[in-house]
């Protein structure tokens, strides 16, 4: 049975930087996209990026362009998540998610109902 367990999180400044792991255990992340999303209190969970099985494909929501980077390591069963710049509006609790319906699909699904396998979240809070 497959788990993803997020890391990295943490308080921050405004500004300032973090990067969040994802590992996966028990299957491997090799041939399948990964994403990432975010769930403010009292919102819904949205989407912040993902990317291709091969690595080559990156999507972002607008909120996050320019900012974040999402890069995976298939040999260390790992997809990241370079935050930079951050700001306040982005404190949420963050997840990873595995679509393993679409092994060696080329594209970055960013609708949630894609992904089939989640981790259980990791808290980033930016202060002002």
């Known amino acids: 049975q497959v788990q993803l367990v997020e890391s990295g999180g943490g308080l921050v400044q405004a500004g300032g930087s973090l990067r969040l792991s994802c590992a996966a255990s028990?299957?491997?992340?090799?041939?399948?996209?990964l994403g990432w999303f975010r769930q403010a209190p009292g919102k819904e969970r949205v989407f912040v990026a993902a990317?291709?099985?091969?690595?080559?494909?990156?999507y972002y929501a607008d909120s996050t362009k320019g900012r974040f980077t999402i890069s995976r390591d298939d040999a260390k069963n790992t997809v990241y998540l370079q935050m930079n710049s951050l700001k306040p509006e982005d404190t949420a609790l963050y997840y990873c998610?595995?679509?393993?319906?679409?092994?060696?699909?080329?594209?970055?699904?960013?609708?949630?109902?894609?992904?089939?396998?989640w981790g259980q979240g990791t808290q980033v809070t930016v202060s002002s």
């Open positions: 990317i291709s099985w091969g690595g080559g494909r990156t």
């Open positions: 028990g299957r491997t992340f090799r041939g399948y996209p």
């Open positions: 998610a595995a679509n393993y319906k679409q092994r060696f699909r080329d594209y970055t699904p960013s609708d949630s109902t894609e992904y089939d396998s």
